[in-house]
């Protein structure tokens, strides 16, 4: 079974230019979750989604962060304009439902984005 | 404020023993934990996991201890063996599905032949 996708695998670009990360869930789980890992801070979650729809966007850092889920199998986290400060790993997770349900989150191989 | 935390950065086993990763909590409302494991360059990958419910979950080699009295989790690992190398994350998540995971900082496990 084909897990979370992720692409690109790794992302070089210079400040001030868009970025657009991108996810495939697992077919069938209703739950995306994007995640950013650095040094300082670990893993943090920045948004997730239920059945499409944006459920908690708390954990995004600033409005130059924003994140679609057009259809079940597809979502985007784009990044405009970028700054070094958002150097990081960003993952991307599925789940079949809510924790309460005993569900756990799939993870993707996650993004790398490195901003000059 | 870190609402999970992992306290040991590495923790260094030899083979054939028990490995015991400690993970603590301070958030009352977390009610379901989970233990992911991460080799570099991939995403964490799911270990097992535990409800607040009970106090013990095992899966083959693996073993989660819950006390919510202290807010302490544990994984065990026996016997250690040296695919077990990589970094553990503990992590949490309030009922219901109101949000995703909290993510303790990790501790690298390494298992010395």
């Known amino acids: 079974d084909a897990g979370v996708i992720q692409s690109p695998r790794h992302e070089v670009t210079e400040m001030g230019q868009e970025v657009t990360l991108r996810c495939k869930p697992i077919s069938g789980h209703d739950y995306l979750f994007w995640y950013r890992q650095t040094m300082m801070r670990g893993l943090e979650l920045l948004i997730y989604f239920n059945n499409n729809v944006p459920i908690d966007d708390s954990g995004m850092p600033e409005d130059r962060f924003s994140a679609k889920m057009p259809n079940a199998s597809f979502s985007t986290l784009k990044i405009q304009p970028s700054e070094p400060r958002d150097s990081a790993v960003y993952f991307c997770?599925?789940?079949?439902?809510?924790?309460?349900?005993?569900?756990?989150?799939?993870f993707g191989d996650g993004t790398r984005l490195s901003i000059l | 404020d870190q609402q999970v935390k992992q306290n040991s950065p590495s923790l260094s086993v030899q083979e054939g023993r028990i490995s015991i990763l400690n993970c603590d909590y301070t958030?009352?409302?977390?009610?379901?934990f989970l233990w992911y494991k991460k080799y570099p360059a991939e995403g964490p990958t799911f270990l097992i996991s535990i409800s607040s419910i009970k106090d013990k979950n095992e899966d083959g080699r693996f073993t989660v201890f819950l006390n919510k009295s202290a807010k302490h989790l544990s994984l065990h690992i026996v016997p250690s063996q040296p695919g077990d190398s990589a970094v553990y994350f503990c992590?949490?998540?309030?009922?219901?599905?109101?949000?995703?995971?909290?993510f303790g900082k990790g501790t690298h496990l390494i298992i010395q032949p």
């Open positions: 992590a949490a998540s309030e009922g219901g599905g109101a949000d995703g995971l909290t």
């Open positions: 997770a599925s789940s079949l439902g809510p924790q309460g349900s005993n569900q756990p989150q799939h």
């Open positions: 958030n009352s409302m977390f009610d379901y």
